[in-house]
């Protein structure tokens, strides 16, 4: 059974740094791109950020470039996501999701999705 | 990276039809045949129905279509159920590594 744990949200003060991770388990986790989705409670879904299986290519959403970082450790099955220079509105509930395909491929969509993490920033 | 185009909200009756559209352009819906559709349970995270435009996930009802017309994406839901009322979000690759969610629409089954 597929698993994606997301850790590491909390309350944290404008200007400050979190680092959230992902477990994830049941798959084979190096051959997957991951993303992360976030979505401030009542409101809709947007896309953060995306890595591919070898971390060779990765991308973020215009509203976080430059402050946010998306990393993976294939050894430990583990996605993260750097957040940097927090601001009120990057307060959301943070999911990691795996895409859906196979070994090496993808159909470009989000097959599995954590319980996600919650992210205040608030002074 | 402009968020694509959904209605806020549609409804319909136990048993009709109804269809959500989600609009975009040419450098994500219409650029690639990669829209995907997700439903989102009142306090529950998104589940995938629809990949690539029109390929229902696994296990999906065959009442869940989907289409695209241009940089126009559809979903439509027959034989409407009341466990169906849910958010519905469309997304689109969007080139790199990059998606892009539409803004989701509230389904009300009256």
């Known amino acids: 059974e597929v698993q994606l744990v997301e850790s590491g949200g909390h309350l944290i003060q404008p200007g400050g740094s979190l680092r959230l991770s992902c477990e994830a388990s049941g798959f084979n986790f190096g051959e997957r791109g991951m993303h992360w989705v976030r979505q401030v409670p009542g409101k809709g879904l947007e896309w953060v950020a995306g890595?591919?299986?070898?971390?060779?290519?990765?991308n973020t959403a215009d509203s976080v470039k430059g402050r946010f970082t998306i990393s993976r450790d294939n050894a430990r099955n583990s996605l993260f996501l750097q957040m940097n220079s927090l601001r009120p509105e990057d307060t959301a509930i943070y999911f990691c999701a795996k895409e859906a395909g196979g070994s090496w491929y993808t159909h470009w969509a989000l097959e599995n999705w954590g319980q996600g993490t919650l992210v205040t920033v608030s002074s | 990276q402009s968020a694509l185009t959904q209605p806020a909200s549609v409804s319909g009756s136990p048993g009709q039809s109804i269809t959500i559209s989600c609009s975009g352009t040419s450098s994500n819906v219409g650029g690639y045949n990669l829209v995907s559709w997700y439903q989102q349970l009142p306090g529950k995270g998104p589940k995938l129905l629809i990949y690539?435009?029109?390929k229902r996930h696994s296990g999906l009802s065959l009442r869940f279509s989907a289409s695209k017309s241009g940089n126009t994406a559809s979903l439509t839901i027959s034989g409407l159920q009341i466990e169906d009322e849910a958010d519905y979000y469309c997304?689109?690759?969007?080139?790199?590594?990059?998606?892009?969610f539409g803004g989701g629409t509230k389904l009300t089954v009256l």
């Open positions: 690539e435009d029109n």
């Open positions: 890595i591919s299986w070898g971390s060779n290519t990765k």
């Open positions: 997304c689109s690759y969007a080139g790199g590594v990059t998606l892009v």
